[in-house]
C-alpha cells in the first residue's frame, strides 16, 4: 500500500482524535480497514451523478464534475471503468438513481468494498407535512416537475432517502460527495457564480414513490449507524459552479478532485479536504464553505481516499489515449490548476512510468489536451499507452498575462461604454462582459455595504462609488471610492490596485507544491501569544508527506473550520528549511484581502541583502530573523497569503527589483510595502526562466514564453483568514 501499518494508525488517529473519537475505538476499525484496503479483491463501485438540463434551472457544469470525478477514480485510484456507473442528464431520473444506487452499489458491494457516490445538481427543501419546520434537504433529479396547487408532489430525492441508502450498504468503506445547495438565495447568479439550488419556493412534497421507496429502506434489517457526506456547503448555504477558460465545473468538485489528484498514500483525507475547502474559500469567501459530515458518527470516517491509491504517484492528469502511431497523445489535466492550465499552451509534461518520454502541449479543450510525443528513448518495444499517469516538467507561461476586469451588469449601458473605454488605457487590463471570465469585477458599491464603512453616527453616501469587487461579489478593501466620481476617474485611481492584482497572478502562477521536485520546506510558527508551529508546505514529489494540516492538536480554528485563521496582532514567523544537497536561495511575499503585496525579509534593515545569501545544505533560515519578535499579523480582516519562493539560482532580478520598488512600512519590522509590485513579479519570473535554461534546453524546445522547470524552483502557498 506504500504506507506501513502504524504509521497508518497515527495518522489517522491524530485525525480522529481531532474529532473526538478515541483511540480506544479506532484500533480496532483501523485494523479492520487497513486489511480491508490491502486486499487485492476488494472492489471500488462508483454512482455519479450530474444533471444540468432542468426546466427552469439550467446549470452549466455538473456534467463536468462527473467526468472529473470519473477519471479521478479510474486514473489515480484505480477504479475499474466497468465499476463506475454514470447517469447525466435525462437518463438522472429519480427512480433512475434510486435504482441504480441499488442493483449497482447495494446489490453487489461486498464487506470490505468500497463505495462511491456522487450528485452534483441542483438541491432545494420539500416540506414533510403541515407543520413549516417539518422540512427537509432534497436532490433534484432531471425529472423535476412543477408543484401544481392540486398536487403538490415533486420528484425529489429526499436527503434522509440517500443516508438510508448509504447505510444500507454492506461496507463501511462508503462516502457521499454532494457538490449542490438547498436554500435558494432569491438569485441564480452571485457575481461569476451560477447557484445551484432550484429557483422556487419550498412548498413542494415528496411524491408517494419517494415516501414508500424512503419507508422500505427504513424497515430494512442491519442498517449501519452512520453514513459520510462531503458536502459542498454548509446546510444554509449556496454551493456555486462557475466558467473557466473552455468549461464549467462546481467550485467544490474541481478543487476536491484537483487536490486529491496531487495527494500522497502518506497523506490523510482530511489534508487533502482542507486544502480543497481552502480552494474554494480563496475563490467565493465565506459565502460557500464546504463540509465533513458525518451523520451519527459512531465509528471511523469511511473512506480515505488518500490510502485508496497504494502507490501511484502524485500527477497531473493520464493519457487518455495514443494516436498516429504513438506520435500524439491525448490527456486529461484535472491535476493541474485553472491558472496554470489556461496558461499551459507549450507546456511539457513527463510520464511518470518512464524516464525518457515527454510530451509537448499542442493543444486543448477545457480539460482534455492533445500533446506530441517528444521523445521516448527506453520505448523502443514499449510504446506509450492509455491510462499512465503524467506529472509536468517544464511550465510555459505567456510573457504577456494580463488582468480581465468583468463589468457589472448592475451598470447602466454609459457606464458600461466609459468603463471599456477606462480599462483599455491601462495596459494589459481589459473590460469583458458580467458573466465571462476574469479575475476581478468592476461596479458599483451598494448603498448597504457602504452604511457598513462609514461610522453609525453618519450618512451612507447617496452618490454611487465605484469598487472592486471578487467574483463572489464581496467588495475588494480599499477600493471604494467617494460618491459621485466619474467612471473614468475612478478606473484611474484603482489602477495602482490592479497591477498589485495583477503581480499577485503572475506570483501565483508559480505556486508549484504538485510538481516540484526541490527538498525544501517551510514552516508557518507563531511566537505570541503563544509560541508553536502551526503549518507546514513542502512539494509532495520531494518526499515529504503533504503535510498541509496544521501541526499542533490545538490548531487555530476558522469560521469555516478548515481554513487556517490568525488573530490580527499575533506574531508569526517563517521558518525555511533546505533538505536538498545544494544550496537555495528564497523570497518570500505577502499578499492582503486588499490585493497589495509585501516583500518579508530577515534582519531588518538588511533583509534583502540577506536574501541575497543561500541557505546551504542541511540548513534553515527564519523570517524575520532567529530571536527577534515576529511578524504583525495586519488588516484589513479576510484571506491573506503568504508565497515563498525558493530557486537552485540566484535571484539578481528579483532582488533588484524589490530595492528600486519598495518602501518601508508597519514600524521596524523587514516587511515592506512594494510600490510596483508588477516589476517585482515579473522579475521573479524572469530569474526562475533564467534557472530553468539547462533543463529546457536539454528537453529541446524553444520558445520567447517564460519557460520554468519545475525541479528548479518551488513556490509554497500559505493561505490564513486574518481575524
Given amino acids: 500500500m506504500g504506507l506501513k501499518r502504524r504509521e497508518f494508525l497515527q495518522q489517522a488517529g491524530r485525525v480522529l482524535a481531532a474529532i473526538g473519537i478515541s483511540e480506544a475505538l479506532w484500533l480496532p476499525l483501523g485494523d479492520r480497514y487497513l486489511q480491508a484496503l490491502a486486499q487485492p479483491t476488494a472492489r471500488k463501485l462508483a454512482l455519479l451523478v450530474g444533471v444540468d438540463k432542468y426546466p427552469d434551472s439550467p446549470l452549466h457544469g455538473c456534467v463536468t464534475d462527473v467526468e472529473l470525478q470519473r477519471e479521478l477514480l479510474i486514473y489515480r485510484f484505480g477504479f475499474v471503468p466497468s465499476d463506475i456507473l454514470t447517469l447525466t442528464e435525462a437518463k438522472a431520473t429519480r427512480e433512475n438513481i434510486e435504482t441504480a444506487f441499488v442493483t449497482h452499489l447495494t446489490q453487489q458491494a461486498k464487506p470490505g468494498d468500497v463505495v462511491v457516490f456522487h450528485f452534483s445538481g441542483c438541491g432545494s427543501r420539500v416540506s414533510l407535512g403541515e407543520s413549516p419546520g417539518k422540512m427537509q434537504n432534497s436532490l433534484v433529479p432531471a425529472d423535476d416537475v412543477l408543484p401544481l396547487l392540486a398536487n403538490r408532489a415533486v420528484n425529489d430525492i429526499l436527503e434522509e432517502t440517500l443516508l438510508l441508502l448509504m447505510r444500507s450498504l454492506a461496507t463501511e468503506n462508503a462516502i457521499a460527495i454532494l457538490d449542490t445547495s438547498y436554500t435558494y438565495p432569491g438569485f441564480p447568479k452571485n457575481g461569476n457564480f451560477r447557484i445551484r439550488s432550484r429557483p422556487r419556493p419550498t412548498v413542494a412534497q415528496p411524491s408517494l414513490g419517494e415516501l414508500t421507496f424512503a419507508e422500505d429502506l427504513r424497515s430494512r434489517p442491519n442498517l449501519r449507524p452512520a453514513a459520510a457526506v462531503l458536502a459542498a456547503g454548509a446546510n444554509s448555504q449556496p454551493a456555486a459552479e462557475q466558467e473557466w477558460n473552455g468549461f464549467s465545473a462546481g467550485l467544490?468538485?474541481?478543487?476536491?478532485?484537483?487536490?486529491?489528484?496531487?495527494?500522497?498514500?502518506?497523506?490523510?483525507?482530511?489534508?487533502?479536504?482542507?486544502?480543497?475547502?481552502?480552494?474554494?474559500?480563496?475563490?467565493?469567501?465565506?459565502?460557500?464553505?464546504?463540509?465533513?459530515?458525518?451523520?451519527?458518527?459512531?465509528?471511523?470516517?469511511?473512506?480515505?481516499?488518500?490510502?485508496?491509491?497504494?502507490?501511484?504517484?502524485?500527477?497531473?492528469?493520464?493519457?487518455?489515449?495514443?494516436?498516429?502511431?504513438?506520435?500524439?497523445?491525448?490527456?486529461?489535466?484535472?491535476?493541474?490548476?485553472?491558472?496554470?492550465?489556461?496558461?499551459?499552451?507549450?507546456?511539457?509534461?513527463?510520464?511518470?512510468?518512464?524516464?525518457?518520454?515527454r510530451l509537448l502541449l499542442r493543444g486543448r479543450t477545457g480539460l482534455f489536451a492533445k500533446a506530441q510525443v517528444?521523445?521516448?528513448?527506453?520505448?523502443?518495444?514499449?510504446?506509450?499507452?492509455?491510462?499512465?499517469?503524467?506529472?509536468?516538467?517544464?511550465?510555459?507561461?505567456?510573457?504577456?498575462?494580463?488582468l480581465t476586469v468583468a463589468l457589472d451588469s448592475g451598470l447602466e449601458r454609459i457606464e458600461r461604454v466609459d468603463a471599456t473605454s477606462a480599462f483599455a488605457t491601462v495596459p494589459q487590463v481589459s473590460a469583458v462582459g458580467s458573466e465571462q471570465l476574469a479575475d476581478c469585477r468592476f461596479g458599483r458599491v451598494p448603498e448597504t455595504t457602504l452604511a457598513e464603512t462609514v461610522s453609525p453616527h453618519e450618512p451612507a453616501l447617496s452618490q454611487s462609488r465605484y469598487g472592486l469587487f471578487s467574483l463572489a461579489q464581496m467588495l475588494i478593501p480599499d477600493t471604494e471610492g467617494d460618491g459621485g466620481e466619474a467612471v473614468k476617474v475612478a478606473v484611474q485611481r484603482l489602477t495602482p490596485q490592479l497591477k498589485a492584482l495583477q503581480a499577485g497572478k503572475l506570483l501565483r502562477l508559480t505556486v508549484n507544491e504538485g510538481s516540484s521536485r526541490l527538498k525544501v520546506r517551510a514552516e508557518l510558527a507563531t511566537l505570541a501569544p503563544q509560541a508553536r508551529a502551526v503549518a507546514q508546505r513542502e512539494p509532495v514529489r520531494a518526499g515529504g508527506d503533504y503535510r498541509l494540516e496544521p501541526l499542533?492538536?490545538?490548531?487555530?480554528?476558522?469560521?469555516?473550520?478548515?481554513?487556517?485563521?490568525?488573530?490580527?496582532?499575533?506574531?508569526?514567523?517563517y521558518r525555511l528549511y533546505n533538505d536538498?544537497?545544494?544550496?537555495?536561495?528564497?523570497?518570500?511575499?505577502?499578499?492582503?484581502?486588499?490585493?497589495?503585496?509585501?516583500?518579508?525579509?530577515?534582519?531588518?534593515?538588511?533583509?534583502?541583502?540577506?536574501?541575497?545569501?543561500?541557505?546551504?545544505?542541511?540548513?534553515?533560515?527564519?523570517?524575520?530573523?532567529?530571536?527577534?519578535?515576529?511578524?504583525?499579523?495586519?488588516?484589513?480582516?479576510?484571506?491573506?497569503?503568504?508565497?515563498?519562493?525558493?530557486?537552485?539560482?540566484?535571484?539578481?532580478?528579483?532582488?533588484?527589483?524589490?530595492?528600486?520598488?519598495?518602501?518601508q512600512t508597519r514600524d521596524a519590522l523587514p516587511i515592506r510595502a512594494l510600490l510596483n509590485p508588477l516589476n517585482v513579479a515579473r522579475a521573479v519570473l524572469e530569474d526562475l526562466h533564467a534557472a530553468s535554461i539547462p533543463g529546457v534546453q536539454k528537453v529541446g524546445i524553444s520558445t520567447d514564453d517564460w519557460a520554468l522547470d519545475v525541479n528548479?524552483?518551488?513556490?509554497?502557498?500559505?493561505?490564513?483568514r486574518v481575524v
Fill in 252 to 357: 467544490f468538485t474541481y478543487a476536491l478532485t484537483q487536490t486529491l489528484w496531487w495527494a500522497t498514500p502518506a497523506s490523510s483525507f482530511s489534508v487533502s479536504f482542507s486544502r480543497a475547502a481552502g480552494n474554494v474559500e480563496q475563490i467565493a469567501g465565506l459565502s460557500q464553505q464546504p463540509q465533513i459530515l458525518n451523520h451519527n458518527l459512531t465509528a471511523a470516517p469511511a473512506v480515505n481516499f488518500s490510502n485508496l491509491m497504494l502507490n501511484s504517484p502524485a500527477s497531473d492528469g493520464a493519457v487518455t489515449a495514443v494516436e498516429e502511431g504513438g506520435k500524439t497523445v491525448q490527456l486529461w489535466l484535472g491535476g493541474l490548476s485553472a491558472g496554470v492550465l489556461e496558461c499551459s499552451g507549450g507546456s511539457v509534461f513527463a510520464v511518470d512510468s518512464s524516464e525518457g518520454a
Fill in 374 to 402: 517528444l521523445d521516448k528513448p527506453d520505448r523502443t518495444n514499449s510504446p506509450l499507452t492509455a491510462g499512465e499517469l503524467v506529472r509536468e516538467e517544464i511550465r510555459v507561461l505567456p510573457r504577456n498575462i494580463g
Fill in 552 to 573: 499542533s492538536g490545538e490548531s487555530e480554528k476558522s469560521a469555516s473550520g478548515h481554513i487556517l485563521s490568525l488573530a490580527e496582532g499575533s506574531r508569526v514567523c
Fill in 580 to 663: 536538498s544537497d545544494r544550496p537555495v536561495y528564497f523570497a518570500v511575499f505577502g499578499s492582503d484581502s486588499a490585493g497589495r503585496l509585501s516583500v518579508l525579509g530577515t534582519e531588518g534593515k538588511e533583509s534583502v541583502g540577506v536574501m541575497s545569501r543561500a541557505i546551504a545544505p542541511g540548513e534553515n533560515v527564519t523570517v524575520p530573523a532567529a530571536g527577534a519578535i515576529g511578524w504583525a499579523v495586519s488588516g484589513p480582516i479576510g484571506l491573506a497569503e503568504i508565497m515563498i519562493i525558493f530557486s537552485e539560482s540566484h535571484l539578481a532580478q528579483t532582488l533588484a527589483a524589490i530595492e528600486a520598488e519598495m518602501q
Fill in 712 to 720: 528548479v524552483w518551488a513556490t509554497l502557498s500559505f493561505v490564513y
